[in-house]
């Protein structure tokens, strides 16, 4: 069993940076890949990025290719995602999950934390 918490969201204008955090519990942390996804008023959730759980490789949509980084820390079982050169369509819910195979990129995660809100003015 995996729990998950985000923190980190909140409002900020367009072009500043956030960094949202994930905090996980469980002793396996280091065995799952870690992604974050993100949700908008009235649109589907989507896939904004993950990171393997042995060599670190990430992955990105294209939308944030550039601009978000995303890294763990196993030792203190926690993810993060830099986000940099903001837009206001990148406001949304943001959400990390955990997932035990891969492919990452896909959305069917074990285990999800209960989002954290970003908003981007204009």
């Known amino acids: 069993q995996v729990q998950l918490v985000e923190s980190g969201g909140g409002l900020v204008q367009a072009g500043g940076s956030l960094r949202l955090s994930c905090a996980a519990s469980g002793r396996t942390f280091s065995r799952y890949g870690m992604g974050w996804f993100r949700q908008a008023p009235g649109k589907e959730r989507e896939f904004v990025g993950a990171i393997s759980w042995s060599i670190g490789r990430t992955y990105y949509a294209d939308s944030v290719k550039g601009r978000f980084t995303i890294s763990r820390d196993n030792a203190k079982n926690t993810v993060y995602l830099q986000m940099n050169s903001l837009k206001p369509e990148d406001t949304a819910v943001y959400y990390c999950?955990?997932?035990?195979?891969?492919?990452?990129?896909?959305?069917?995660?074990?285990?999800w934390g209960q989002g954290t809100q970003v908003t981007v003015s204009s």
């Open positions: 999950a955990a997932k035990a195979r891969p492919p990452l990129v896909v959305g069917d995660y074990d285990y």
